[in-house]
């Protein structure tokens, strides 16, 4: 499998910063949380993770809405985070899910969905997520977790955190040969996550200027996440 492949390529166009995953964090945010989601969308980046995992369900559900329909106003791919039931209800099949939600999953699908999506999409054969999401991304922190991840069919892995970041305060980072290793071992896309910051720059505003992208990409990841700096273009 290529690596380098799109998170989903029947959703591509051109995109000017396709080798970056932009994360959300609705609290790192000074302006209006979808007006600075716009902002993002603006940029084209390969994909936005709807990380406000912190919400309650409710909420997330009617956020996912909203965020969904924007990021198809500008064919930008939508992954949403952790509330399988949501891109469920929503009929969107992309996912990110911490390791240990995937493992869950994994081994009792439909245990765990609520009711009434287990019987809308019974004649989906639902009782196997894997046979609703195109695309399922996790977070892996060792190569163990690499491969586990991959096994349990995840189609991308975040792998962190790289570099220094103000996200893990007091936490040393895994570093490039972390990365490398893990980029090694499995045969689906890694993006490196953690202190991978935009620098400013002159000239076109639609291209980001990254300088640690190169690194990580020189150890076969096929890109980088950006949260603050997402937050803050």
């Keep these: 499998m290529n690596k380098e492949k799109h998170l989903d390529q029947s959703s591509k166009s051109v995109l000017y910063n396709d080798n970056i995953i932009a994360v959300t964090n609705r609290h790192l945010c000074s302006r209006p949380f979808m007006e600075q989601l716009e902002c993002v969308c603006k940029l084209h980046p390969h994909a936005i993770v709807l990380r406000e995992k912190d919400m309650p369900e409710a909420e997330y559900l009617s956020l996912a809405r909203d965020v969904t329909a924007l990021c198809k106003e500008y064919n930008v791919q939508c992954i949403l985070h952790s509330f399988i039931n949501v891109a469920l209800e929503l009929n969107h099949p992309y996912i990110h899910l911490p390791l240990p939600i995937l493992e869950k999953y994994a081994a009792a ?11 809308t999409l019974s004649h989906k054969n639902a009782a196997d997520y894997q046979q609703f999401f195109k695309v399922i991304g996790t977070s892996v922190h060792s190569v163990e977790d690499a491969i586990k991840a991959e096994q349990l069919g995840a189609t991308y892995m975040t792998a962190g955190h790289i570099f220094a970041t103000d996200c893990k305060k007091g936490l040393p980072p895994r570093g490039l040969d972390f990365l490398k290793n893990v980029c090694d071992t499995v045969q689906i896309p890694v993006y490196a996550i953690g202190g ?13 200027n990254v300088p640690r992208l190169k690194d990580v990409m020189e150890c076969g990841a096929a890109g980088g996440c950006i949260m603050s700096g997402m937050m803050r273009v």
């Design 196 to 208: 991978i910051n935009i620098a400013s720059s002159e000239g076109d505003d639609s291209t980001l």
């Design 109 to 119: 699908p439909c245990r765990h969905f609520m009711p009434d999506v287990i019987s």
